[in-house]
T-cell receptor, first 114, second 116 residues
Framework: ETGVTQTPRHLVMGMTNKKSLKCEQH?????MYWYKQSAKKPLELMFV???????ENNSVPSRFSPECPNSSHLFLHLHTLQPEDSALYLC?????????????FGPGTRLLVL | AQTVTQSQPEMSVQEAETVTLSCTYD???????LFWYKQPPSRQMILVIR??????QNATENRFSVNFQKAAKSFSLKISDSQLGDAAMYFC?????????????FGKGTKLTVNP
């Protein structure tokens, strides 16, 4: 699946670092999503962007800051993270209003916070 | 709020056999979509099959089919002729729309092992 790409695939950072996760979709979609996947927990929706406007923020701590400069790119800026933020971060995209609207996922970024 | 429950944390099946993964959900909506996603060890979340609630016919996709029971709010996945490559985590998901955006609610997943 190369429709949604994410970089980096793996990231190790200290609690004082600042890093960014990148997601790019090549499917012509108009909505993008960030999910967090922790061990033993269901996927948690973090942010939703529709037509480049943020429409949902599920009470995510401010140390996570999303950015959607255009419909193809989505970033997640990270700063002063905590060890409990270690998880797999998945990006997804979809075409809102499509007859068979479905979210397609990227391969994820495995984040470890030390 | 919608919830999705997968009651089987782990399942195993012999290669070439059939296995059914369970999923139930709770909603007050009448029109919605349900999905099964597969997440192999590579961690890539891959769409397996989708079902529109307004369709009575169960969706099928090659060896994958669902048993959709709307009244019972049940959406099980059947994998026929299981292959080693089917080994993965399987997630059931419910799609809802809120505030003009689409949202997926996921179950906790079922880990499927395929034994040779």
């Amino acid at each position: 699946e190369t429709g949604v790409t994410q970089t980096p695939r793996h990231l190790v950072m200290g609690m004082t670092n600042k890093k960014s996760l990148k997601c790019e979709q090549h499917l012509g979609h108009n909505a993008m999503y960030w999910y967090k996947q922790s061990a033993k927990k269901p996927l948690e929706l973090m942010f939703v962007y529709s037509l480049e406007e943020r429409v949902e923020n599920n009470s995510v701590p401010s140390r996570f800051s999303p950015e959607c400069p255009n419909s193809s790119h989505l970033f997640l800026h990270l700063h002063t993270l905590q060890p409990e933020d270690s998880a797999l971060y998945l990006c997804a995209s979809s075409h809102l209003g499509a007859v068979q609207e479905t979210q397609y996922f990227g391969p994820g970024t495995r984040l470890l916070v030390l | 709020a919608q919830t999705v429950t997968q009651s089987q944390p782990e399942m195993s099946v012999q290669e070439a056999e059939t296995v059914t993964l369970s999923c139930t959900y709770d909603t007050s909506e009448s029109d919605y979509y349900l999905f099964w996603y597969k997440q192999p060890p590579s961690r890539q979340m891959i769409l397996v099959i989708r079902q529109e609630a307004y369709k009575q016919q169960n969706a099928t996709e090659n060896r994958f089919s669902v048993n959709f029971q709307k009244a019972a709010k049940s959406f099980s996945l059947k994998i026929s002729d299981s292959q080693l490559g089917d080994a993965a985590m399987y997630f059931c998901a419910y799609r809802t729309e809120q505030g003009g955006s689409e949202k997926l609610v996921f179950g906790k997943g079922t880990k499927l092992t395929v034994n040779p």
